[in-house]
């Protein structure tokens, strides 16, 4: 079993869709929505949720005012800020760190676990999807996006499925990070623009630091040939494969609108030269 991860450094360079059209494309798979901060995997996929279960992260404190005795120790330890002057945790500033709970001469400060979130697995027209929803305004990403891969690692084995394809979250901290360490290959989505030179190369850093082997593919390259074309440069002298490129085609926003997958949706210039970069990132990471 060989997992993909697909990443863009930053949102909104296609990356979803594309990873959308390998749901359709590809065989004996199983797809992880990993970004988990906008999952939107679903709008295309429009899943069948077989499974849910919710996502507990850190801690929080919950002062009983029934045991409180107003002492002020808490508000003087908390270096979040998050107590305020009536003895009331903020759910929102508080970290989780336990230092009132251990300090607290009364006993009166709970700590129960955060509930961040749920994950699913769902049935979708492709195949199992593994996904979720974080609740606003909660962390824990990276630690998210770390359980759906490891449920997504167990069901691929139990049904004898050979690859795992990975949204991943834009950016390059921390859910990224666990989106893609360990990964058989990250394939990097960019855009041929000079913040898309930028992001490119931040996140091959990235997946170099974490000894995962990249590809690369422009999206809607025609917009600046000249710009596609050191990024193209760029990959060759970087070892980084290069998957190829994508042409600018509205028939990828529309077949968002149907909620359809580019290759299910058309036939037309950009589906094909997405399914010859599927041929290449197929051959190159599963075989
Ligand atoms: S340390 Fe405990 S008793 Fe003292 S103010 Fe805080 S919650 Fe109340
Ligand atoms: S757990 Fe830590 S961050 Fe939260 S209120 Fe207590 S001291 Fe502050």
Redesign the pocket.
Known sequence: MKELTIISGKGGTGKTSLTASFAALAKNKIMVDADVDAADMDLILTPTIRHEEEFKGGHYAV?NQD?????????ERCQFDA?SED?VVDKIDCEGCGV?VY????D??EFPQRTCGKWYISDTRHGTMVHAKLGIAEENSGLLVTLLRQKAKKMAEDEKLEKIIVDGPPGIGCPVIASMANSNGVLIVTEPTLSGTHDMERVHQLAEFLNVPSMLCVNKYDLNPGMAEKMQHYAETHNIVFAGTIPYDRDMTKAMVEQKTLVEYSDGKAAQAVKAIWEKVNHTVFQ
């Open positions: 002062i045991l409180c005795t107003e002492c002020g120790e808490c508000r107590i003895y009132c300090f607290c001469p009364a009166a400060i």
